[in-house]
């Protein structure tokens, strides 16, 4: 199971730090991601953390700007947002998938589980 908290309403150009609590699952087993959707678009990739925390990933608009970190003691991984644009307006949602899989880290479909998501409004 994964609980997504952190969400809110914060103005162009603030910050804002997203949290994930995981539980259920061998935690320090799985790759963690944030990923988001806007109104009317697919769910996209954000950012992706390895299961020791050494290797990350992110997408071009989260570059610079998004910082993914994880705690396997805690079970928890975080999603810490600066610079923040009215384009990152969406539903954020954390995921977890086994390590060492094949396919690419970010599509959808290679995540087992899901968080419920939280809601980021950027004002401008």
């Known amino acids: 199971q994964l609980q997504a908290s952190g969400g809110g309403l914060v103005p162009a150009g603030g910050s804002l730090r997203l949290s994930c609590a995981a539980s259920g699952f061998s935690f320090s087993t799985y790759t963690m991601a944030w990923f988001r959707q806007a109104p009317g678009k697919e769910r996209e990739f954000v950012g992706a953390l390895s299961r020791i925390g050494g290797i990350t990933s992110y997408a071009d608009s989260a570059k610079g700007r998004f910082t993914i970190s994880r705690d396997n003691v805690k079970n928890t991984v975080n999603l810490q947002m600066s610079s923040l644009k009215s384009e990152d307006t969406a539903v954020y949602y954390c995921?977890?998938?086994?390590?060492?899989?094949?396919?690419?880290?970010?599509?959808?479909?290679?995540?087992?589980?899901w968080g419920q998501g939280t809601q980021v409004t950027v004002s401008s």
């Open positions: 995921a977890a998938r086994k390590a060492f899989r094949t396919t690419s880290p970010t599509i959808p479909e290679a995540y087992d589980y």
